[in-house]
């Protein structure tokens, strides 16, 4: 090739490398901005391939190398400082090779991937479904990780191996003095860290526990109006699968509790006052008061009836895939009543869907009263939505910041028009008094059935 012809080639080729390196730095952050927990200093160096990042929570200082794939559907966690390398591979979930075909059929098994804080992933590394990988721990190049890595460990190999631990005492110094390392491990200044958004364990953490179908995105954004409250609507897909499995009693309190404190530690939070809208914590109220002893507790209860007609128009234990063909994370973990221990196996199999979505909001909303009942009354408030346009300035005073105005607008409304209760049956509603009737006595007296 003619040297003119060459350093044409050379030039075309250079701009083109150029534009390709521009296009993926604007199509990362284009994903980066659906991460609902976004650390400072998240850096993306060349290609990302990601579905799901809005189930992923991505902490402070976190750097990805060219050519990573990641499938966060199932909730990924990844902690401040954790460094992964070039085309590292992270799957959460994976195709159910037990269902209506073979090899597998289209629908996904969730599992959520935990990555601690301070670790370092080297290249070529796979990081399966359901793995745990605790805080300062080092996977060699080209292992596959599944389950339980150990803090500390240094792992290696196809088939992993623990080869050794790092030094405790040093990583734990260096800790402490907050030395972490940024672009090619260049040592973060004070100003660097200084831009890191506080943990969990820095904030005064808030939950808003219900039933799902009450208003619980409405709240998070009406609360996150306030210029000092930040509150998310399930920002954790992780808590699905999890609260199912202590509701179930197939997750010891051990496990439970790792894992909970595995998913917050190595999250960040984007202000000091910061709350999380989610059904599945009302499951959950005292594992995670163990886990944070000052949390405040917003109960937001909405009257049976309409929960009870939105979560039956939505498709709530009614088999069959959703409108997209697909079954989601939340139909997959669906909590059962006879797994709860609740209802007798007989009785769940003679339940209608209908009456499934009763037990579903009577179910809940006793478990949360039964957790409210051992924690400090100045800890918790309850709410109804009916009467949420004007609680907001109970609800900011309870917070500890002042009152300001807002607009209590309606979100995430869904798409089905549910039956409203003046249309049910007479055996819809003789079913809703009588698996819902003494809560509905006890939370909205005089209620009555049209």
């Not at 009406?222 to 808590?239: A, G, I, N």
């Amino acid at each position: 090739m003619r040297p003119a012809v060459q350093k044409l080639a050379d030039l075309v080729y250079r701009q083109l490398r150029h534009a390709e390196r521009r296009w993926w730095a604007g199509y990362s952050e284009h994903l980066l901005n659906q991460v609902p927990l976004l650390g400072a200093g998240v850096k993306i160096n060349g290609k990302l391939n990601m579905t799901g990042a809005k189930y992923a929570v991505v902490g402070n200082n976190v750097h990805i190398g060219d050519n990573a794939f990641i499938r966060a559907e199932g909730g990924l966690v990844i902690g401040d400082n954790t460094h992964i390398s070039r085309n590292v591979t992270i799957y959460t979930i994976n195709h159910d090779y037990e269902g209506e075909a073979l090899p597998y059929d289209d629908q996904y098994r969730y599992r959520p991937v935990t990555i601690g804080r301070n670790v370092w992933i080297g290249m070529g590394v796979t990081v399966a479904p359901g793995t745990r990988i605790g805080d300062g721990a080092i996977i060699g190049m080209g292992a596959t990780v599944a389950g339980e890595i150990p803090a500390m460990s240094i792992v290696a190999s196809a088939s992993y191996q623990v080869l050794k631990e790092r030094d405790r005492a040093h990583y734990e110094r260096l800790d402490m003095d907050r030395l972490y390392g940024g672009a090619s491990g260049r040592l973060l200044s004070e100003e660097d860290t200084a831009t890191f958004r506080p943990s969990m364990d820095e904030a005064e953490p808030f939950f808003v526990v219900s039933t799902g179908r009450s208003g619980s995105t409405t709240i998070a954004r009406t609360l996150s109006m306030h210029p000092k409250v930040v509150c998310l609507h399930e920002p954790r897909v992780q808590l699905i699968k999890l609260s199912t499995e202590w509701a179930h009693r197939t997750k010891s309190e051990n496990d439970l509790f790792a894992e909970l404190n595995a998913i917050y530690s190595a999250s960040v939070c984007p202000t000091s006052i910061y709350g999380e809208s989610d059904q599945n914590i009302s499951l959950l109220i005292r594992p995670l008061l163990d886990r944070f002893p000052s949390a405040k507790i917003i109960w937001l209860l909405r009257d049976g009836r309409d929960v009870v007609a939105s979560s039956y128009a939505k498709g709530w234990y009614q088999p069959g895939p959703h409108a997209d063909g697909r079954r989601q994370i939340w139909d997959n973990y669906r909590i059962q009543g006879d797994s709860c221990g609740d209802v007798s196996p007989e009785a769940w199999d003679a339940m209608s869907a209908f009456e499934r979505n009763c037990w579903y909001w009577s179910y809940v909303n006793r478990t949360v009263q039964n957790a409210l009942e051992e924690v400090d009354r100045n800890q918790w408030i309850m709410v109804r939505l009916e009467e949420i346009n004007d609680a907001t300035d109970r609800i900011f005073n309870f917070l500890g910041v002042p009152p300001v105005p807002v607009t209590v607008t309606r979100h995430n409304t869904g798409i089905s028009s549910p039956r409203r209760h003046a249309t049910w049956s007479a055996d819809e509603k003789d079913a809703f008094e009588k698996i819902c009737g003494a809560e509905m006595d006890l939370w909205y007296s005089g209620w009555g059935i049209p």
